[in-house]
């Protein structure tokens, strides 16, 4: 059993993550695997959860937040991500700013054989955009997202963390 | 229906220190009409999705008022972003559409639905403060002083009359203008904002 909690990846690590590198504003369409993510981060105070209609809204409103001083992150599918190539072209890219984007990866199996397209086609997608990125799978994996936040910062662009926990720290 | 300029002209009266955002093809005249430069913003650059940067801004400016002149085509292309708008009730976003019921610049077909569509109905309904409706410049100017006085989120529809373009980009008259991220650093330098 103790074994197996180490394997999860908690939320609060997240959470813990987001507070040591600043993080002020998370914009999200919450998703069934950061359900119980979400309900934490509505009773953080310094956060400010912005809720939108549709994954593309999340590079836009980060950018506003980023002109306006404010250290946005956005939380998103994979599937939404995909949806969202423009924005991640026009506005993430586009404008050249420290972004870090924590994206769901649904499918991921981590035995390279998924019956989900979405896991797929997420990989060559990053690929295609120039997108660098970070697995992250469990809490011993949580220094990863710092490594996130320095390379964004670094060089003024958007940073991927593809959370690959979807069976376990994420639901309760 | 109006001129784009005209709608400029009698905004600028009631501007006080606002942060403007204009685009689409009626946008352009704003930069005729502002004399406070360095508060113009350039957040374009994706499809429909101006409106979701100028709403951020606006979320992480609480204390400045932010102003939005958006284009019904490209409102149509994120309309969900008027329930995100509405869901965090920004005071201080005042967000006007101007509606020429055609993509203007790819030679003047008509949106969806073109001349059916009250978006100051779906505003409201959706939630945003304050909406209003306007087809005639008087009206409009007559109720600017009001507009900027409400608290957000404030949507106001405007009917201007279209100005299409028909030549070929590459051969469109090419106005010097600012580039995204000068506007960007001109704001933050003017507001004291660290990059």
């Known amino acids: 059993m103790a074994e197996q909690q180490a394997l999860i990846l908690q939320p609060a690590t997240m959470i813990e993550e987001f507070k040591k590198n600043g993080v002020t504003h998370i914009i999200t369409i919450p998703d069934s695997e950061t359900n119980y993510l979400y309900e934490l981060m509505l009773q953080e105070s310094w956060l400010d959860v912005v809720p939108v209609s549709r994954e593309g809204e999340t590079m836009g409103v980060a950018l506003g937040l980023n002109v306006a001083g404010k250290v946005p992150v956005c939380l998103i599918q994979n599937t939404g991500m995909m949806e969202s190539g423009d924005s991640i072209r026009g506005m993430a890219l586009g404008a050249g700013f420290p972004l870090v984007m924590v994206v769901g990866y649904r499918g991921w199996t981590r035995r390279g054989i998924t019956p989900d397209t979405a896991a797929t086609y997420t990989e060559p997608f990053l690929h295609a955009f120039g997108l660098n990125y970070y697995l992250v799978e469990h809490d011993e994996d949580a220094p990863r997202i710092s490594t996130a936040f320095e390379e964004a910062k670094a060089t003024n662009k958007p940073v991927v963390i593809l959370i690959g926990d979807e069976y376990h720290g994420f639901n309760r | ?195």
Not at chain 2, 115 to 138: H, P, S
């Open chain 2, 1 to 195: 229906m109006m001129e784009a300029l005209e709608v400029f002209k009698a905004f600028d009266r009631h501007r006080n220190n606002a942060i403007v955002c204009a685009t689409g093809t009626s946008g352009k005249h704003w930069r005729d009409v502002s004399t406070q430069e360095a508060r113009d913003i350039n957040l374009g650059g994706a499809m429909g999705h101006t409106a979701s940067a100028a709403f951020g801004l606006a979320l992480g400016l609480p204390k400045e008022k932010v102003v939005l002149f958006d284009a019904e085509g490209s409102l149509l292309m994120n309309l969900g972003v008027l329930a995100s708008i509405a869901g965090k009730q920004p005071k201080n976003f005042v967000h006007f559409v101007l509606d020429n019921e055609c993509y203007a610049t790819t030679g003047g077909q008509p949106v969806p639905n073109a001349q059916n569509i009250n978006y100051a109905g779906v505003a409201k309904e959706i939630g945003y403060a304050v909406t209003y409706n306007f087809d005639d410049l008087e009206s409009l100017a007559t109720s600017m002083g009001e507009i900027m006085s409400q608290e957000g989120p404030v949507f106001v529809a405007v009917k201007v009359i279209p100005e299409i373009e028909n030549l070929p980009i590459g051969l469109r008259e090419n106005r010097p203008s600012r580039s995204r991220k000068q506007t960007i650093t001109d704001l933050r330098e003017e507001l004291n904002i660290k990059g």
